[in-house]
T-cell receptor, first 114, second 116 residues
Framework: NAGVMQNPRHLVRRRGQEARLRCSPMKGHSHVYWYRQLPEEGLKFMVY????????ESGMPKERFSAEFPKEGPSILRIQQVVRGDSAAYFC????????????FGPGTRLTVL | AQKVTQAQTEISVVEKEDVTLDCVYETRDTTYYLFWYKQPPSGELVFLIR??????QNEISGRYSWNFQKSTSSFNFTITASQVVDSAVYFC?????????????FGSGTRLLVRP
């Protein structure tokens, strides 16, 4: 049973470029969360999605960041016009639903902005 | 507001020593979940345990044990007879039932170094 998958594992972008991070949840999981971990810090919640719906985006920066979880395919976290401060590890987690609160994490995508 | 505090930034022990990682939380919710995750040097996050607010029974899993005390809002994690492979950053996290998204609120982590 495959775990949460994220790709790419490492992503390098120059300032002003776009970054697309992908997350495939565990089989049977319909809830996806994105978290960001800045260097030497804990994880901070960004957004919570169910299929085709954004449920809570209270942790998302107001500009340049967007997320989606289409009916088919992985969840995508998109960062437009990246800046150096976006350099971080981005983790995706999935859970089966609200009755089961354990979130299982993917290996993360390390984004480096040059 | 909800908050998780891990006051120990870094702990260094010698192999076979016991070590306790502290976690103190704040919440106004009466129903909540507490978690511990391990982040080894490879970077992934590994789920260790989930405990709900109605279950104060301590739990033991091999060399790992957890002490949940609602009276002091603490959920401490003890590793007995530590091993080098236990070296990692350990995160405590809180999820509230009253939060419709059940997002995790993480502490800042405790880096554990186990020396041979």
């Amino acid at each position: 049973n495959a775990g949460v998958m994220q790709n790419p594992r490492h992503l390098v972008r120059r300032r002003g470029q776009e970054a697309r991070l992908r997350c495939s949840p565990m089989k049977g999981h319909s809830h996806v969360y994105w978290y960001r971990q800045l260097p030497e810090e804990g994880l901070k919640f960004m957004v919570y999605l169910q299929k085709e719906n954004i449920i809570d985006e209270s942790g998302m920066p107001k500009e340049r960041f967007s997320a989606e979880f289409p009916k088919e395919g992985p969840s995508i976290l998109r960062i437009q016009q990246v800046v150096r401060g976006d350099s971080a590890a981005y983790f995706c987690a999935s859970s089966p639903g609200l009755d089961t609160d354990t979130q299982y994490f993917g290996p993360g995508t390390r984004l480096t902005v040059l | 507001a909800q908050k998780v505090t891990q006051a120990q930034t870094e702990i260094s022990v010698v192999e076979k020593e016991d070590v306790t990682l502290d976690c103190v939380y704040e919440t106004r919710d009466t129903t909540y979940y507490l978690f511990w995750y391990k982040q080894p040097p490879s970077g992934e996050l590994v789920f260790l345990i989930r405990r709900n607010s109605f279950d104060e029974q301590n739990e033991i899993s091999g060399r790992y044990s957890w002490n949940f005390q609602k009276s002091t809002s603490s959920f401490n994690f003890t590793i007995t007879a530590s091993q080098v492979v236990d070296s990692a950053v350990y995160f405590c996290a809180l999820s509230e039932r009253g939060d419709s998204s059940y997002k995790l609120i993480f502490g800042s982590g405790t880096r554990l170094l186990v020396r041979p």
